[in-house]
Protein backbone atom coordinates (compact mmCIF):
# COMPACT_ATOMS: atom_id res chain seq x y z
CA UNK A 1 0.00 0.00 0.00
CA UNK A 2 1.14 3.53 -1.03
CA UNK A 3 2.30 5.63 1.83
CA UNK A 4 1.59 8.54 -0.37
CA UNK A 5 -2.06 10.24 -0.54
CA UNK A 6 -4.21 10.06 -3.59
CA UNK A 7 -3.34 12.21 -6.16
CA UNK A 8 0.08 13.63 -4.84
CA UNK A 9 3.45 12.73 -5.80
CA UNK A 10 6.84 11.90 -4.83
CA UNK A 11 9.63 13.73 -7.04
CA UNK A 12 13.47 14.82 -6.04
CA UNK A 13 14.01 18.53 -5.15
CA UNK A 14 16.36 19.31 -7.80
CA UNK A 15 13.50 18.50 -10.25
CA UNK A 16 11.07 21.43 -9.26
CA UNK A 17 13.97 23.96 -8.05
CA UNK A 18 14.07 26.73 -11.05
CA UNK A 19 17.11 28.68 -9.21
CA UNK A 20 20.09 29.55 -11.37
CA UNK A 21 22.71 31.45 -8.96
CA UNK A 22 22.96 34.79 -9.96
CA UNK A 23 26.08 36.25 -7.97
CA UNK A 24 26.26 39.90 -6.79
CA UNK A 25 29.45 41.94 -5.20
CA UNK A 26 26.97 44.96 -3.27
CA UNK A 27 30.53 46.44 -2.50
CA UNK A 28 31.12 47.46 -6.23
CA UNK A 29 27.17 49.27 -5.15
CA UNK A 30 28.28 51.45 -1.99
CA UNK A 31 25.55 53.67 -2.13
CA UNK A 32 22.91 51.26 -2.92
CA UNK A 33 20.48 49.70 -0.16
CA UNK A 34 19.82 45.80 0.12
CA UNK A 35 17.35 43.40 1.04
CA UNK A 36 19.65 41.03 2.95
CA UNK A 37 18.59 37.92 4.04
CA UNK A 38 20.90 36.27 6.15
CA UNK A 39 21.97 33.72 9.01
CA UNK A 40 21.86 36.03 12.05
CA UNK A 41 18.80 37.84 10.95
CA UNK A 42 16.64 35.01 10.35
CA UNK A 43 15.56 34.61 14.21
CA UNK A 44 13.84 37.90 13.77
CA UNK A 45 11.87 36.78 10.66
CA UNK A 46 13.39 40.65 9.11
CA UNK A 47 16.14 40.81 6.42
CA UNK A 48 18.02 43.63 6.83
CA UNK A 49 18.35 46.70 4.55
CA UNK A 50 22.21 47.30 4.33
CA UNK A 51 24.18 49.44 1.80
CA UNK A 52 26.40 47.80 -0.69
CA UNK A 53 29.38 49.74 1.34
CA UNK A 54 28.86 47.68 4.59
CA UNK A 55 28.42 44.43 3.36
CA UNK A 56 31.57 42.41 2.45
CA UNK A 57 31.15 39.15 0.69
CA UNK A 58 29.53 38.13 -2.34
CA UNK A 59 25.65 37.70 -2.07
CA UNK A 60 23.38 35.81 -4.85
CA UNK A 61 19.93 37.41 -6.33
CA UNK A 62 17.04 36.03 -4.87
CA UNK A 63 13.25 37.00 -5.64
CA UNK A 64 9.93 36.91 -3.90
CA UNK A 65 8.91 33.79 -2.79
CA UNK A 66 11.91 31.55 -3.12
CA UNK A 67 12.62 29.45 -0.29
CA UNK A 68 15.84 29.43 1.72
CA UNK A 69 17.27 26.66 3.09
CA UNK A 70 19.78 27.38 5.95
CA UNK A 71 22.85 25.07 5.17
CA UNK A 72 24.92 25.66 8.60
CA UNK A 73 24.17 23.49 10.90
CA UNK A 74 20.83 22.00 9.82
CA UNK A 75 19.84 20.55 13.21
CA UNK A 76 18.79 24.04 13.36
CA UNK A 77 15.67 24.58 11.43
CA UNK A 78 15.86 27.38 9.47
CA UNK A 79 13.66 27.68 6.51
CA UNK A 80 12.45 31.36 5.11
CA UNK A 81 10.29 32.53 2.65
CA UNK A 82 11.37 35.63 0.60
CA UNK A 83 9.18 38.59 0.84
CA UNK A 84 7.22 40.55 -1.73
CA UNK A 85 9.50 42.95 -3.36
CA UNK A 86 9.54 46.52 -1.54
CA UNK A 87 12.03 48.28 -4.04
CA UNK A 88 15.77 47.65 -3.11
CA UNK A 89 17.15 44.25 -4.77
CA UNK A 90 16.94 41.27 -2.71
CA UNK A 91 19.97 39.09 -1.96
CA UNK A 92 20.91 36.24 0.44
CA UNK A 93 24.08 34.78 1.76
CA UNK A 94 26.10 31.77 0.07
CA UNK A 95 24.92 30.02 3.28
CA UNK A 96 21.40 29.41 1.98
CA UNK A 97 20.61 27.15 -0.28
CA UNK A 98 17.62 28.82 -2.87
CA UNK A 99 14.46 26.64 -3.69
CA UNK A 100 12.12 28.55 -6.70
CA UNK A 101 9.31 26.47 -7.84
CA UNK A 102 7.07 28.82 -10.09
CA UNK A 103 3.26 27.30 -10.11
CA UNK A 104 3.60 25.69 -6.45
CA UNK A 105 3.00 27.05 -3.45
CA UNK A 106 5.80 28.95 -1.63
CA UNK A 107 4.24 28.57 1.95
CA UNK A 108 3.37 24.64 1.36
CA UNK A 109 7.10 24.41 0.15
CA UNK A 110 8.04 26.69 3.13
CA UNK A 111 6.52 24.24 5.37
CA UNK A 112 7.47 21.15 4.17
CA UNK A 113 11.13 21.58 4.74
CA UNK A 114 11.00 22.48 8.12
CA UNK A 115 8.62 19.30 8.62
CA UNK A 116 9.95 16.67 10.69
CA UNK A 117 10.70 14.16 8.00
CA UNK A 118 12.58 16.40 6.08
CA UNK A 119 14.88 17.61 8.92
CA UNK A 120 15.82 14.29 9.85
CA UNK A 121 17.10 13.84 5.75
CA UNK A 122 18.72 17.08 5.64
CA UNK A 123 20.72 16.39 9.17
CA UNK A 124 22.25 13.29 7.31
CA UNK A 125 25.43 12.92 5.59
CA UNK A 126 26.24 16.62 6.73
CA UNK A 127 30.08 17.53 6.34
CA UNK A 128 31.87 19.26 9.21
CA UNK A 129 33.21 18.35 12.65
CA UNK A 130 30.02 19.47 14.34
CA UNK A 131 27.86 21.88 15.39
CA UNK A 132 28.04 25.27 13.84
CA UNK A 133 30.57 23.85 11.54
CA UNK A 134 28.02 21.35 10.02
CA UNK A 135 27.16 21.74 6.46
CA UNK A 136 24.20 20.52 4.36
CA UNK A 137 25.25 19.77 1.04
CA UNK A 138 23.21 21.75 -2.23
CA UNK A 139 23.72 18.62 -4.43
CA UNK A 140 23.19 16.28 -1.60
CA UNK A 141 19.98 18.12 -0.82
CA UNK A 142 18.80 18.26 -4.72
CA UNK A 143 18.32 14.32 -4.46
CA UNK A 144 16.11 14.45 -1.74
CA UNK A 145 12.59 13.41 -2.10
CA UNK A 146 9.85 16.38 -1.67
CA UNK A 147 5.55 15.50 -1.59
CA UNK A 148 3.69 17.43 -3.69
CA UNK A 149 0.24 17.82 -3.40
CA UNK A 150 -2.72 18.87 -5.40
CA UNK A 151 -2.04 22.64 -6.35
CA UNK A 152 -5.66 23.83 -4.35
CA UNK A 153 -4.71 21.12 -1.46
CA UNK A 154 -1.55 22.98 -1.03
CA UNK A 155 -2.92 25.98 -0.23
CA UNK A 156 -5.20 24.84 1.98
CA UNK A 157 -2.61 23.09 4.13
CA UNK A 158 -0.53 26.33 3.94
CA UNK A 159 -3.50 28.06 5.15
CA UNK A 160 -4.32 25.73 8.32
CA UNK A 161 -1.35 25.75 8.79
CA UNK A 162 -1.14 29.56 9.39
CA UNK A 163 -4.18 29.37 11.33
CA UNK A 164 -3.16 26.73 14.03
CA UNK A 165 0.49 28.14 14.29
CA UNK A 166 -0.76 31.39 14.84
CA UNK A 167 -3.51 29.56 17.72
CA UNK A 168 -0.07 28.00 19.26
CA UNK A 169 1.73 31.43 19.20
CA UNK A 170 -1.20 32.90 21.21
CA UNK A 171 -1.71 30.49 23.56
CA UNK A 172 2.46 30.44 24.04
CA UNK A 173 1.87 34.13 24.57
CA UNK A 174 -0.36 33.48 27.01
CA UNK A 175 1.41 30.96 28.86
CA UNK A 176 4.20 33.60 28.97
CA UNK A 177 2.20 36.23 30.74
CA UNK A 178 1.08 34.05 33.07
CA UNK A 179 4.77 32.46 33.92
CA UNK A 180 5.80 36.20 34.37
CA UNK A 181 3.33 36.89 36.74
CA UNK A 182 3.79 33.98 38.78
CA UNK A 183 7.32 35.24 39.08
CA UNK A 184 5.85 38.43 40.28
CA UNK A 185 3.72 36.93 42.89
CA UNK A 186 6.67 35.37 44.53
CA UNK A 187 8.73 38.97 44.64
CA UNK A 188 5.54 40.16 45.89
CA UNK A 189 5.02 37.45 48.32
CA UNK A 190 8.16 38.09 49.75
CA UNK A 191 8.48 41.73 49.52
CA UNK A 192 4.98 41.65 51.80
CA UNK A 193 6.74 38.95 53.97
CA UNK A 194 9.94 41.13 54.79
CA UNK A 195 8.13 44.44 55.31
CA UNK A 196 5.79 42.40 57.71
CA UNK A 197 2.24 43.03 55.63
CA UNK A 198 1.57 39.63 55.22
CA UNK A 199 1.36 39.11 58.87
CA UNK A 200 -0.31 42.41 59.56
CA UNK A 201 -3.31 41.21 60.78
CA UNK A 202 -1.75 38.05 62.63
CA UNK A 203 0.36 40.86 64.25
CA UNK A 204 -2.37 43.24 65.26
CA UNK A 205 -1.17 47.14 65.16
CA UNK A 206 1.83 46.43 67.71
CA UNK A 207 5.16 45.86 65.60
CA UNK A 208 7.68 47.29 68.26
CA UNK A 209 9.14 43.64 68.44
CA UNK A 210 10.92 44.47 65.10
CA UNK A 211 14.09 44.87 64.95
CA UNK A 212 16.65 46.19 62.43
CA UNK A 213 20.06 44.05 62.96
CA UNK A 214 23.48 43.10 61.60
CA UNK A 215 24.23 40.21 59.59
CA UNK A 216 27.13 39.28 62.36
CA UNK A 217 25.19 40.11 65.36
CA UNK A 218 22.32 37.61 65.08
CA UNK A 219 24.51 35.19 62.86
CA UNK A 220 26.51 32.48 64.88
CA UNK A 221 28.49 32.72 61.70
CA UNK A 222 28.95 34.33 58.66
CA UNK A 223 31.95 33.10 56.79
CA UNK A 224 32.94 32.27 52.99
CA UNK A 225 35.39 29.08 51.91
CA UNK A 226 38.04 28.33 50.02
CA UNK A 227 39.83 25.96 47.47
CA UNK A 228 41.70 22.58 49.08
CA UNK A 229 45.13 22.53 47.89
CA UNK A 230 45.18 18.94 47.68
CA UNK A 231 42.77 18.68 45.31
CA UNK A 232 39.13 16.59 45.64
CA UNK A 233 38.55 12.52 47.43
CA UNK A 234 35.73 9.97 46.48
CA UNK A 235 32.47 9.81 47.74
CA UNK A 236 33.67 8.52 51.00
CA UNK A 237 34.63 12.31 51.92
CA UNK A 238 33.23 15.38 53.14
CA UNK A 239 30.50 17.05 50.42
CA UNK A 240 32.24 20.38 48.95
CA UNK A 241 29.78 22.61 47.71
CA UNK A 242 30.43 25.30 44.58
CA UNK A 243 28.42 28.18 42.43
CA UNK A 244 27.40 25.45 40.08
CA UNK A 245 25.08 23.49 42.79
CA UNK A 246 22.91 26.15 43.41
CA UNK A 247 20.14 25.70 41.61
CA UNK A 248 16.23 27.49 41.50
CA UNK A 249 17.16 28.52 45.61
CA UNK A 250 17.52 25.06 46.74
CA UNK A 251 20.93 22.71 46.72
CA UNK A 252 21.33 20.35 43.68
CA UNK A 253 24.41 18.11 44.62
CA UNK A 254 23.85 15.17 41.45
CA UNK A 255 25.09 17.48 38.80
CA UNK A 256 29.35 17.36 39.30
CA UNK A 257 29.58 16.14 42.67
CA UNK A 258 33.18 16.97 44.54
CA UNK A 259 34.24 16.02 48.51
CA UNK A 260 37.35 16.86 50.15
CA UNK A 261 38.76 14.50 52.63
CA UNK A 262 38.47 14.75 56.48
CA UNK A 263 41.50 16.09 57.13
CA UNK A 264 41.17 19.20 54.79
CA UNK A 265 37.62 19.23 56.35
CA UNK A 266 38.76 19.90 59.92
CA UNK A 267 42.05 21.42 59.09
CA UNK A 268 42.75 23.93 56.15
CA UNK A 269 38.86 24.13 55.23
CA UNK A 270 37.67 23.73 59.01
CA UNK A 271 36.15 27.55 59.33
CA UNK A 272 34.27 27.03 56.13
CA UNK A 273 32.60 23.85 57.69
CA UNK A 274 28.78 24.05 56.86
CA UNK A 275 25.68 21.68 58.06
CA UNK A 276 21.95 21.37 57.78
CA UNK A 277 20.16 24.39 58.19
CA UNK A 278 22.59 27.05 57.20
CA UNK A 279 21.72 29.46 54.05
CA UNK A 280 24.01 29.80 51.39
CA UNK A 281 24.64 32.82 48.80
CA UNK A 282 26.69 32.57 46.25
CA UNK A 283 29.27 36.18 46.44
CA UNK A 284 31.00 35.63 42.74
CA UNK A 285 28.56 36.21 39.84
CA UNK A 286 26.67 37.20 37.43
CA UNK A 287 24.57 36.07 38.01
CA UNK A 288 24.14 36.94 41.88
CA UNK A 289 21.26 36.41 44.14
CA UNK A 290 21.97 32.27 44.04
CA UNK A 291 20.55 31.50 47.70
CA UNK A 292 20.08 27.65 49.17
CA UNK A 293 19.55 25.96 52.70
CA UNK A 294 21.97 23.56 52.94
CA UNK A 295 20.24 20.01 53.11
CA UNK A 296 20.69 17.15 55.74
CA UNK A 297 21.66 14.87 53.07
CA UNK A 298 24.99 14.66 54.71
CA UNK A 299 25.74 15.62 58.06
CA UNK A 300 28.19 17.89 57.05
CA UNK A 301 29.62 19.79 54.43
CA UNK A 302 31.87 22.35 52.90
CA UNK A 303 32.00 24.84 50.62
CA UNK A 304 34.37 26.92 48.62
CA UNK A 305 35.25 30.17 47.72
CA UNK A 306 32.22 31.92 45.84
CA UNK A 307 29.60 31.16 48.83
CA UNK A 308 29.26 32.36 51.93
CA UNK A 309 27.45 30.41 54.66
CA UNK A 310 24.75 32.26 56.96
CA UNK A 311 24.97 30.24 60.18
CA UNK A 312 21.25 31.71 62.13
CA UNK A 313 21.63 32.41 65.50
CA UNK A 314 19.04 32.00 68.64
CA UNK A 315 17.45 35.01 67.44
CA UNK A 316 16.44 33.79 63.76
CA UNK A 317 15.37 30.95 61.96
CA UNK A 318 16.42 29.47 59.16
CA UNK A 319 13.31 29.86 56.99
CA UNK A 320 13.54 33.41 57.97
CA UNK A 321 16.85 33.77 56.58
CA UNK A 322 16.48 31.99 53.82
CA UNK A 323 13.51 34.00 52.64
CA UNK A 324 15.44 37.76 53.57
CA UNK A 325 18.40 36.56 51.32
CA UNK A 326 16.28 35.36 48.64
CA UNK A 327 14.06 39.02 48.64
CA UNK A 328 17.50 40.22 47.81
CA UNK A 329 17.11 43.62 49.48
CA UNK A 330 20.77 43.84 50.86
CA UNK A 331 22.18 42.55 47.68
CA UNK A 332 20.25 45.29 45.86
CA UNK A 333 21.82 47.73 47.67
CA UNK A 334 25.19 47.11 47.48
CA UNK A 335 25.60 46.56 43.80
CA UNK A 336 26.98 49.84 42.59
CA UNK A 337 29.89 48.79 45.60
CA UNK A 338 30.72 45.26 43.85
CA UNK A 339 34.21 44.79 42.41
CA UNK A 340 35.56 42.54 39.51
CA UNK A 341 37.23 42.18 36.61
CA UNK A 342 36.54 40.93 32.93
CA UNK A 343 32.94 40.98 33.61
CA UNK A 344 33.25 39.14 37.26
CA UNK A 345 31.24 40.68 40.10
CA UNK A 346 32.34 39.65 43.70
CA UNK A 347 30.85 40.56 47.11
CA UNK A 348 33.12 40.97 49.90
CA UNK A 349 32.78 39.02 53.34
CA UNK A 350 32.77 42.10 55.11
CA UNK A 351 29.78 43.30 53.60
CA UNK A 352 28.09 40.00 53.61
CA UNK A 353 28.91 40.87 57.80
CA UNK A 354 27.16 43.90 57.34
CA UNK A 355 24.34 43.08 55.56
CA UNK A 356 20.52 44.65 57.75
CA UNK A 357 18.27 42.12 58.52
CA UNK A 358 14.43 42.94 59.96
CA UNK A 359 13.86 40.61 62.95
CA UNK A 360 10.10 40.32 64.06
CA UNK A 361 9.49 37.88 67.06
CA UNK A 362 10.38 33.91 66.54
CA UNK A 363 6.69 33.24 66.79
CA UNK A 364 6.27 35.75 63.98
CA UNK A 365 9.23 34.45 61.59
CA UNK A 366 7.84 31.03 61.96
CA UNK A 367 4.26 32.33 61.13
CA UNK A 368 5.83 34.45 58.40
CA UNK A 369 7.71 31.13 56.87
CA UNK A 370 3.90 29.01 56.83
CA UNK A 371 2.57 31.69 54.88
CA UNK A 372 5.18 31.81 51.93
CA UNK A 373 5.64 28.20 52.21
CA UNK A 374 1.96 27.71 51.70
CA UNK A 375 1.79 30.41 48.55
CA UNK A 376 5.07 29.57 47.23
CA UNK A 377 3.54 25.70 47.15
CA UNK A 378 0.71 27.10 45.49
CA UNK A 379 2.73 29.05 42.64
CA UNK A 380 5.09 26.09 42.48
CA UNK A 381 1.95 23.75 41.30
CA UNK A 382 0.40 26.39 39.03
CA UNK A 383 4.23 26.83 38.00
CA UNK A 384 4.40 23.25 36.83
CA UNK A 385 1.15 22.96 35.22
CA UNK A 386 2.28 26.20 32.89
CA UNK A 387 5.44 24.49 31.82
CA UNK A 388 4.10 20.79 31.23
CA UNK A 389 1.23 22.84 28.58
CA UNK A 390 3.93 24.96 27.41
CA UNK A 391 6.16 21.64 26.66
CA UNK A 392 3.08 19.62 25.05
CA UNK A 393 2.49 23.12 23.44
CA UNK A 394 6.23 23.45 21.67
CA UNK A 395 5.73 19.95 20.34
CA UNK A 396 2.42 20.94 18.44
CA UNK A 397 4.45 22.22 15.56
CA UNK A 398 6.25 19.45 14.31
CA UNK A 399 2.95 17.60 15.28
CA UNK A 400 0.96 19.33 13.15
CA UNK A 401 3.74 19.60 10.14
CA UNK A 402 3.56 15.68 10.44
CA UNK A 403 0.21 14.85 9.89
CA UNK A 404 0.05 17.73 7.26
CA UNK A 405 2.65 15.94 4.81
CA UNK A 406 1.00 12.85 5.62
CA UNK A 407 -2.89 14.06 4.01
CA UNK A 408 -4.31 14.13 7.64
CA UNK A 409 -4.73 18.02 8.29
CA UNK A 410 -6.90 18.66 5.46
CA UNK A 411 -9.59 17.30 3.56
CA UNK A 412 -8.53 15.90 -0.23
CA UNK A 413 -10.98 17.12 -2.94
CA UNK A 414 -11.29 14.99 -5.93
CA UNK A 415 -11.71 17.37 -7.83
CA UNK A 416 -8.53 18.84 -7.31
CA UNK A 417 -6.14 18.42 -9.74
CA UNK A 418 -3.73 15.65 -9.24
CA UNK A 419 -0.17 16.15 -8.62
CA UNK A 420 1.34 14.25 -12.15
CA UNK A 421 -0.93 16.23 -14.08
CA UNK A 422 -0.42 20.13 -12.79
CA UNK A 423 3.64 18.89 -12.99
CA UNK A 424 3.12 17.94 -16.33
CA UNK A 425 1.02 20.96 -17.29
CA UNK A 426 3.78 23.02 -15.33
CA UNK A 427 6.50 21.35 -17.94
CA UNK A 428 4.40 21.88 -20.64
CA UNK A 429 4.58 25.61 -20.03
CA UNK A 430 8.53 25.62 -19.24
CA UNK A 431 9.11 24.05 -22.43
CA UNK A 432 7.23 26.58 -24.67
CA UNK A 433 10.22 28.71 -25.86
CA UNK A 434 7.89 31.97 -26.13
CA UNK A 435 7.34 31.95 -22.25
CA UNK A 436 11.16 31.08 -21.06
CA UNK A 437 14.35 33.18 -21.47
CA UNK A 438 16.95 32.20 -23.55
CA UNK A 439 19.67 30.74 -21.62
CA UNK A 440 23.29 31.38 -22.46
CA UNK A 441 24.94 28.02 -23.17
CA UNK A 442 28.25 27.64 -20.98
CA UNK A 443 29.22 24.23 -21.80
CA UNK A 444 32.61 23.58 -23.15
CA UNK A 445 31.49 20.52 -25.43
CA UNK A 446 28.98 19.81 -27.99
CA UNK A 447 25.58 18.88 -25.92
CA UNK A 448 23.68 16.21 -27.22
CA UNK A 449 19.98 17.13 -28.81
CA UNK A 450 17.88 16.08 -25.87
CA UNK A 451 14.69 14.20 -26.33
CA UNK A 452 12.90 11.80 -24.77
CA UNK A 453 13.96 9.00 -27.40
CA UNK A 454 17.98 10.08 -26.94
CA UNK A 455 17.80 10.05 -22.63
CA UNK A 456 15.74 6.66 -22.90
CA UNK A 457 18.53 5.22 -24.95
CA UNK A 458 21.00 6.50 -22.90
CA UNK A 459 19.39 5.22 -19.93
CA UNK A 460 19.34 1.71 -21.65
CA UNK A 461 23.03 1.21 -22.17
CA UNK A 462 23.43 2.32 -18.23
CA UNK A 463 24.73 -0.92 -16.31
CA UNK A 464 22.49 -0.61 -13.32
CA UNK A 465 18.13 -0.97 -13.48
CA UNK A 466 18.87 2.06 -10.63
CA UNK A 467 20.68 4.73 -10.84
CA UNK A 468 21.05 8.28 -9.55
CA UNK A 469 20.79 11.89 -12.16
CA UNK A 470 24.58 12.53 -11.19
CA UNK A 471 25.32 8.90 -13.01
CA UNK A 472 22.90 9.77 -15.68
CA UNK A 473 24.43 12.82 -16.33
CA UNK A 474 27.96 11.73 -16.80
CA UNK A 475 26.55 9.42 -19.35
CA UNK A 476 25.08 12.10 -21.65
CA UNK A 477 26.39 15.59 -22.21
CA UNK A 478 23.82 17.96 -21.52
CA UNK A 479 23.24 20.47 -19.25
CA UNK A 480 21.67 20.00 -15.83
CA UNK A 481 18.09 22.01 -16.79
CA UNK A 482 17.75 20.62 -20.10
CA UNK A 483 17.95 16.62 -18.40
CA UNK A 484 16.10 17.67 -15.71
CA UNK A 485 13.27 18.87 -17.87
CA UNK A 486 12.87 15.96 -20.10
CA UNK A 487 13.14 13.46 -16.89
CA UNK A 488 10.00 15.15 -15.96
CA UNK A 489 8.77 14.24 -18.83
CA UNK A 490 9.44 10.64 -18.94
CA UNK A 491 8.45 10.28 -15.28
CA UNK A 492 5.23 11.90 -16.31
CA UNK A 493 4.45 9.60 -18.83
CA UNK A 494 1.07 7.52 -18.81
CA UNK A 495 3.16 4.27 -19.54
CA UNK A 496 6.52 5.49 -17.65
CA UNK A 497 9.61 3.99 -19.02
CA UNK A 498 11.39 5.42 -15.35
CA UNK A 499 10.04 5.83 -12.23
CA UNK A 500 11.27 7.33 -8.60
CA UNK A 501 12.51 5.86 -5.50
CA UNK A 502 13.36 6.55 -2.31
CA UNK A 503 17.35 4.57 -1.65
CA UNK A 504 16.90 4.65 2.12
CA UNK A 505 20.78 3.68 2.61
CA UNK A 506 21.95 6.82 0.42
CA UNK A 507 19.52 8.32 1.87
CA UNK A 508 18.35 10.05 -1.66
CA UNK A 509 15.89 9.40 -4.80
CA UNK A 510 16.71 7.38 -7.52
CA UNK A 511 15.53 6.41 -10.74
CA UNK A 512 14.95 3.08 -11.96
CA UNK A 513 14.44 1.61 -15.38
CA UNK A 514 11.06 0.09 -16.17
CA UNK A 515 11.53 -2.56 -18.17
CA UNK A 516 9.26 -3.43 -20.61
Given at each position: MSDIPPGWMKV????????????????????????????????????????GATIGSIKQIVAPDDILI???????????KV???????????????????????????????????????????V????????????????????LIAPLNEQKRIAAKIDRLFARIDTCRERLDRLLSGIRQLRQSVLSAAVSGRLTEKW???????????????????????GTPRDGFVGPAGIPF???????????????????????????????????????????????????AIVPDTYPEWNINQALTLFRPGKRLTTGWLYYLLCKGDNLAAILHETRGSAGQLNISLSQCRNFRFSIPPLAEQREIVRRVDTLFAYADALESRCLAARAQLDRLPAATLDRAFRGLLVPQDPADEPAPALLKRLQAAKANPSTQPRRKNRMKTSLTELSPETVLASIRHLPDDQFTFDELRRQITADYDSLRDVLFKLLLDQQPALKQ????????????RVRP
Open positions: NVGLINEFTSQPIDPARQPEEVFEVYSVPAFPTRQPELLSCKINPRINRVWAPRTGFVQIASSEWMVLRSTGLSPDYLRYYFSSPAFRELICQGTGVGGSLTRAQPKRIAAFPVRGSDSTGWTLERAADVCEKVQNGLKVYNLVNQSVDFHYKPQFISSVVHEKELKKSQARPGDVLMNIVGPPLGKVVFDPERQMMNFI
